[in-house]
C-alpha cells in the first residue's frame, strides 16, 4: 500500500516540475522517460503514485475497467494541493466510473458530436475575424490572451451552455482561481461562488423553460428520482464550464507561441491550407496543454510490463511524455505539420493529449474545430505576427500542471 | 472484412467517423452508426485507424474464422 512520507519516498522523483521551454515537458521528465514506461514518482503530501510515460502502458491502463476515475474515493491520489478542495471531490463526468459517468455524458454527446460541431463552425469563424478586426483597429501591442486567445473559447462554451457571456470576467477570473489555487481553500473558495452562481442561473432557467442552451435542456430532463438530479446538473454545468475554456484558450496561446517560433512550419501551414487539422493535431501533441491525460486509482492488482500496480495505488498518465513515445512518434521532440503526410485523415490522432479510455474528452471536436479557426484567421488577418517579448520574458505558469501565459504581449 | 461498433461502449469522440467516412457515422444521439457493415478489402486500413484510435474500444473486425476484440482490450472482458 502506500504509505505516507516515508523517507523511501522522499529518494523519488519530485512531481510536478516546470516546463523550461513552452512546448516541450520539464527536462526532468525527459530524463525519466529515457529509463522506461513506468515510474513511482513523489507528491507534495508525501505520497508515492506510478507516472506512465509509456504511450501503449498509458493506453492499456487508461482503457482498464479496474482503474477507478472516482474522486471521492479515500485513495484516490491527489496530484495538487486544490485537488483536495470538497468541491472537486464529485466533479460531474471525469470524476465518476460506469455507470453513472455513462449517463451523464451520454445526454451530453448530442451537443459535443462531429456534426453539432461543424454547425457551429461558421459563427465561431465570425467571432475569430471580429476580434482580429478590434486587435488591429486598437493596434500593437496586444495581449493576445486577453485580446483572442480566451475570448473565442470563452464565447462559445457560453453559447453552448446559455451562459451570459456578460459575465464573462466574473467565471473566467473564478475559474483560473480555481485551476491555479494554491491551496484547497483558495480553490474551494472560488469554486463555491461558481457554483451559487451556476445555481442562480439554473434557477432562472427553472422558471422559464425552453430557453436556448445545453443547461436549458437538461433543466428541462431534472428527475430527482431518475438519471440527473438538481445536483447532477449543476456539477456538470460547473465541469463544462471549467473544461471547456482554460484549457483551449491556452492552447491557442501556446500553440501560437510554437508556430511563430518554428517559421518554417509557419511557412508550410500557410502554403497548403489543406495540413490545418493535421498542425492542429501535431501542435496538441507536442504542447500537451493539460500535461496529464488522466489521474487513477488501481481497485485490483494490475500487472503490467512485469510490474504490478497493487490495489489502492495512485496512476498518473503523463500526455506530454506518452506523446514523445518513439515507438509511435519517430523524432518525438521535433514539431512537424507534415508528421502524418499520406496517412490516414485520422492517423494524427494517437497523441493522448484528450486522453483514452471512456473518459477520452467529451469537448475534443469543439476544441480541434476551435484551434484549427482560431489560427487559421489569426494568421491570415495578422501575417506578420510578432512575439511582443523574447520568449524567456513570457509569464508562464509553474508550480502545477496545466500550462499556460499569464499574458502575451504580440506586436505587428 | 466484417466490421461492428457496440453502440453500449461508444463514448461519441468521432475518430471513427472521421478515420473511416464510408464506414461509420453518428446518429442523432452524437453515438457511432454503421453504414457498411462489411466494407471491401481497400478500407481495411481506415478501419483499422478506427479500430486503433476508438477509446472506448466500440469497433471491433472481425477477422476471418475467430472473432477479433481490438489488440489493446487491455482487461478482462467483464465491462458492463
Ligand atoms: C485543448 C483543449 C482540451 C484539452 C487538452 C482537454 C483535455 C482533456 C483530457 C486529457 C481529458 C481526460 C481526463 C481524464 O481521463 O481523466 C478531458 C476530459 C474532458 N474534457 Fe477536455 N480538454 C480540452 C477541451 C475541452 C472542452 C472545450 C470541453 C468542453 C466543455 C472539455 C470537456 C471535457 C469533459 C466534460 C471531460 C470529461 C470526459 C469524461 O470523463 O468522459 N474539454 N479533457
Ligand atoms: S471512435 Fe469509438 S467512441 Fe468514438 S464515436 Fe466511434 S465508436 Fe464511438
Redesign the pocket.
Known sequence: MNAPSTTANEDLFAYPQDRACPWQPSPGYQDLGRQGPLHRVRLWDGRWIWMVTGHSQARRL?ADPRMS?DRSRDDFPSVLPRLDAPIFKPIA??GFDPPV?DVH?RLLAPDFSLKQVRAMRPHVEDLARRLVADMLREGPPVDLVEAYALPI?SMV?SELLGVPYDDHEFFEAKTVGLLQAKSAEDAERAGRELWDYLDGLITRKEHEPGGAGVLSRLASEVDEDGDLTREDLLRIAL??LI??HD??SQ?IALGVVTLLEHPDQLAALRADPGVLPAAVDEL?RLVS??D????RVATEDIEIDGEVIRAGEGVLVS?SMTNRDSGVFPRPYEFDVHRTRGGNAASGRQHL???F????????N??RMELEVAFSILFEGIPDLRLGVPLEALPTRSGGTMQGVHTMPIEW | MKVTADRSRC?AAGHCAISAPDVFDHGEDGLVVVLDAEPGEERRREVEVAEDLCPSRAIAILRSGAVGGPAEAGAPDTVG
Not at chain 1, 292 to 295: A, C, I, Y
Not at chain 1, 357 to 364: E, R, T, Y
Open positions: 487508461l476515475a463526468i471525469i459517468h455524458r473559447p462554451i465541469a463544462l473544461g471547456g484549457t483551449t492552447m496538441l496543454i493539460t496529464v491525460s488522466g489521474v500526455s493529449t484528450f486522453g479510455g471512456i473518459h477520452q474528452c467529451l469537448g475534443q469543439l476544441a | 463514448m
